[in-house]
C-alpha cells in the first residue's frame, strides 16, 4: 500500500452554538492547530423535518436551544451570506472550508459558494435527489459517510456515481459509526478494510468520520487506508450541546495532526538494509565473533 499525507478535516458542525463569532474562533483555532479543512452543516428545517419532527420538542432537553426541535435546528442555523463570510474567512488564514448538507435548498445554497468539496452525511446518503443535483451540477468532489447504512446501500452509492464515470474522480467514501461518542467496540475500523477491498479502485479516497473518544483510532483508521481523517471539534467539551462530548479540543486535534504526520513519515520500508543511523550502533554494539 501506498501513503499519501493524510487530510485532516476539523468538524465544526454546530459546534458554534448559533453565534457566529465563536464559529470564525474554532476556524481560526482550526487552523493553529494544523487541520487542513473546517467544517461546518447545513439544513433547511423545514425542508428536512416533518411538521411532527419540527414541532417536537428536542429529546434531550438539556441540549435544546429551542422550544421544539425545529426552533433549536433554525437557531443553529447560518444563511448562505454567512456561509459565504466563514469562507472568506477561512481562506484568508490558509485553511479549507466545506459544509456537509442535508437538502436539497442547503446543496444547492453551498454549491453557489463552490468549496473544493460538499460532505453527504451518513443520514442523508440515499437522498438521491439530493446526490443528482451533487453529481450533475458541481464541480468539486463529494464526500460520503456510511454510518446506518447497508452494503447494498454503500453499492448503490458507489453504482450512481458510476453511472455518469464520476465515482472515480469525484467520490470520497468514508467510514463511520453513527453514534455520540462511540464506543471503542462498535467503531469497526475494519470496515476501512472492507470499502478498500469493494471500492478502492472505483472511488477517489477513502475517508473515517470518528465519533469516538481519543485519538489512537485514527492513526490506525489512517493505517489501514483512510486518507481523510474527520473528528469533531469544539473549544469546551462541556458546552451545551449534542457533539460536544464526542469532540476534540484544541490539544487534542494539534496531537492528532502532529501523530498523524509522524505516522505517515513512518510508513515506510528501509532503503537500505542498514540505515545511516544505525551504522554507528552497528559499529559499536553489533556481535563479533572473536
Request: glycine content about 6%.
Amino acid at each position: 500500500m501506498t501513503y499519501t499525507l493524510p487530510k485532516v478535516i476539523s468538524e465544526i458542525g454546530c459546534n458554534h452554538m448559533g453565534q457566529f463569532e465563536i464559529a470564525k474562533e474554532l476556524i481560526l483555532l482550526s487552523k493553529e492547530c494544523k487541520a487542513d479543512y473546517a467544517k461546518f452543516q447545513k439544513r433547511n428545517s423545514r425542508e428536512l423535518l416533518t411538521s411532527e419532527q419540527y414541532e417536537a420538542p428536542h429529546p434531550v432537553p438539556y441540549n435544546a436551544y429551542g422550544a421544539t426541535y425545529g426552533a433549536h435546528r433554525e437557531f443553529l442555523e447560518f444563511s448562505q451570506e454567512q456561509h459565504a463570510d466563514l469562507k472568506r474567512y477561512a481562506e484568508s488564514i490558509g485553511i479549507g472550508y466545506t459544509t456537509s448538507v442535508w437538502d436539497v435548498t442547503s446543496a444547492q445554497e453551498i454549491i453557489e459558494l463552490a468549496p473544493e468539496f460538499v460532505k453527504v452525511p451518513s443520514a442523508c446518503n440515499n437522498h438521491f435527489e439530493m446526490l443528482k443535483l451533487l453529481r450533475d451540477g458541481y464541480a468539486g468532489d463529494v464526500h460520503v459517510s456510511t454510518g446506518m447504512t447497508t452494503l447494498d446501500e454503500i453499492e448503490q452509492l458507489v453504482a450512481f456515481f458510476e453511472e455518469t464515470n464520476q465515482a472515480k474522480n469525484r467520490l470520497v467514501v468514508y467510514n463511520c459509526t453513527s453514534g455520540y461518542p462511540v464506543p471503542f467496540k462498535d467503531i469497526c475500523l475494519l470496515e476501512i478494510r472492507r470499502i478498500q477491498e469493494n471500492y478502492g479502485d472505483r472511488v477517489k479516497e477513502i475517508g473515517f468520520s470518528g465519533h469516538h473518544l481519543g485519538i489512537a483510532i485514527d492513526l490506525a483508521a489512517y493505517t489501514l487506508g483512510a486518507v481523510w481523517i474527520e473528528r469533531h471539534f469544539t473549544k469546551d467539551r462541556t458546552w451545551r450541546g449534542t457533539d460536544h462530548a464526542a469532540s476534540l479540543e484544541v490539544p487534542g486535534l494539534q496531537k492528532l495532526v502532529r501523530d498523524l504526520h509522524h505516522t505517515y513519515e513512518a510508513l515506510t520500508y528501509k532503503p537500505t538494509e542498514i540505515l545511516e543511523i544505525e551504522q554507528a550502533q552497528r559499529d559499536k554494539l553489533k556481535y563479533r565473533v572473536h
